[in-house]
């Protein structure tokens, strides 16, 4: 690792084609009340992590490309340090280089090597491989640890991919590459394969495709989009439909796959544990036969203004081993506090859930406001979130965006908030306020 850190410091020296970043995310939740595990009450997290990539990536004159970078940081506080010490699922998660330990607080890992490909970049084919970006895909973003190739021509692209592990990096994020869909230490070294078609005729996108891994789930899915202008007396509103489909089946094995978040169907219970006593022996729910998820977006831009709808649902439990791994509907899935279940899950992928969404927003110069308002119901718990995204160009390189979130979420008997099963519903506010620092070398 250490060569390898002074291999990219030298090309960081020498080479024009590099890359660089500091990045500052910081969380202050408002809601500080003491933990009291018998009826559930746990505080929202508040954290600052500060950490940074340098990357290289070349394209050649004989259409070859290679990429190389890597991320490192640390945690700056962290508010879960006396009871949990659970910041590092968001920065330093490490469930070692094969997926086979469990991630812990003392068994971090700081710093990973993000990118690691080389490939081909013609007039018609792409080809990838390594560690790098997926970006063809709606359900299967980010980093990864994959093999690529697509093929364009005019309106028309093919495209075909296999990951074997996923990282995650960015915003609140440094979490070294892991294989996707294990079951506590037990990796899961079977690849993630997704195969699909895009066409873009003028004003359209039909995107068909099928995602699959083998031992969990296969899922046909469609994406259609239509951009059109409406006319007015001296402007235009340029607007667009969006529509997302997925049909999630899983296998034998998938169906008994008992939920990391807390959203699957078929409650499982054991012994009860000493160590967690209001745990109450429950461990979770399976993630059942699937699901279906449904989402439509409406957008309209008028000069300098943006405002639309979004409505996202889904039948049974869909994104299990599906949603978390993309994210196709462009809102945090990740608002809410870290003591709740996975990392701060919100209830947007949840089983037999529904999201209603308004936004608007205006540019100026330098300057961007954002609001959005949001109430989701589900199996598990009802939520409702109004926020207010600010964002502060100082230069081409240097911008700061500050979130204000006003919070509020129920959730229902029968569930679970960290080490605590629910035997009454509660209700707690997860508000929040946010701040998003990057400067780019």
């Given at each position: 690792m250490k060569a390898y850190?002074?291999?990219?410091?030298?090309?960081?020296?020498?080479?024009?084609?590099?890359?660089?970043?500091?990045?500052?995310?910081?969380?202050?939740?408002?809601?500080?009340?003491?933990?009291?595990?018998?009826?559930?009450?746990?505080?929202?997290?508040?954290?600052?992590?500060?950490?940074?990539?340098?990357?290289?990536?070349?394209?050649?004159?004989?259409?070859?490309?290679?990429?190389?970078?890597?991320?490192?940081?640390?945690?700056?506080?962290?508010?879960?340090?006396?009871?949990?010490?659970?910041?590092?699922?968001?920065?330093?998660?490490?469930?070692?280089?094969?997926?086979?330990?469990?991630?812990?607080?003392?068994?971090?890992?700081?710093?990973?090597?993000?990118?690691?490909?080389?490939?081909?970049?013609?007039?018609?084919?792409?080809?990838?491989?390594?560690?790098?970006?997926?970006?063809?895909?709606?359900?299967?973003?980010?980093?990864?640890?994959?093999?690529?190739?697509?093929?364009?021509?005019?309106i028309f692209q093919f495209y075909s991919l296999a990951s074997i592990q996923k990282a995650s990096y960015g915003g609140k994020w440094l979490k070294t590459f892991r294989p996707i869909n294990s079951i506590g230490s037990t990796p899961n070294y079977v690849p993630v394969v997704a195969l699909g078609i895009k066409l873009r005729p003028e004003n359209f996108l039909y995107h068909l495709f099928l995602q699959f891994q083998a031992n969990r789930y296969f899922a046909p899915g469609l994406r259609f989009e239509y951009n059109f202008i409406i006319p007015l007396q001296d402007a235009q509103i340029k607007a667009k439909t969006d529509f997302i489909t997925l049909v999630v089946l899983h296998t034998k094995e998938g169906r008994e796959y008992i939920s990391s978040y807390d959203m699957g169907l078929e409650p499982v219970f054991g012994a009860i544990s000493a160590a967690n006593p209001y745990l109450m022996g429950y461990k979770g729910r399976k993630a059942g036969w699937g699901g279906v998820s449904l989402g439509i977006k409406q957008s309209f831009l008028l000069k300098e203004y943006n405002f639309g709808f979004q409505l996202y649902g889904n039948i049974a439990d869909p994104n299990d081993l599906v949603g978390r791994h993309g994210n196709p509907i462009g809102i945090d899935l990740n608002d809410n506090s870290v003591y709740e279940r996975g990392t701060a899950n919100n209830a947007l992928f949840d089983a037999q859930s529904f999201s209603g969404i308004l936004f608007a927003g205006r540019k100026f110069d330098n300057l961007?406001?954002?609001?959005?308002?949001?109430?989701?119901?589900?199996?598990?718990?009802?939520?409702?979130?109004?926020?207010?995204?600010?964002?502060?160009?100082?230069?081409?390189?240097?911008?700061?965006?500050?979130?204000?979130s006003l919070y509020h979420v129920q959730t229902h008997a029968g569930f679970k908030i960290y080490h605590t099963y629910l035997t009454h519903a509660r209700s707690d506010d997860r508000s929040f306020l946010s701040t998003y620092f990057v400067h780019k070398f």
């Open positions: 850190i002074f291999f990219l410091l030298s090309l960081f020296i020498w080479a024009k084609d590099f890359s660089a970043e500091i990045i500052n995310y910081s969380k202050f939740g408002f809601n500080n009340h003491a933990i009291n595990e018998q009826n559930g009450a746990y505080p929202t997290d508040s954290f600052s992590t500060l950490y940074g990539s340098i990357s290289y990536d070349r394209l050649f004159s004989n259409h070859l490309i290679f990429g190389a970078g890597i991320a490192l940081g640390g945690i700056v506080f962290d508010s879960t340090k006396n009871h949990g010490d659970l910041a590092h699922k968001y920065l330093g998660y490490n469930q070692g280089f094969l997926g086979n330990q469990k991630a812990t607080p003392s068994n971090t890992q700081n710093y990973f090597i993000k990118n690691l490909y080389i490939g081909y970049s013609g007039d018609n084919l792409d080809f990838k491989i390594g560690r790098f970006v997926l970006r063809n895909t709606d359900w299967l973003t980010g980093y990864h640890s994959a093999i690529e190739l697509s093929y364009h021509n005019g961007a406001i954002k609001f959005l308002s949001r109430i989701t119901t589900s199996k598990r718990a009802f939520e409702e979130s109004f926020s207010i995204n600010t964002s502060y160009r100082f230069t081409k390189q240097t911008s700061l965006g500050i979130n204000l």
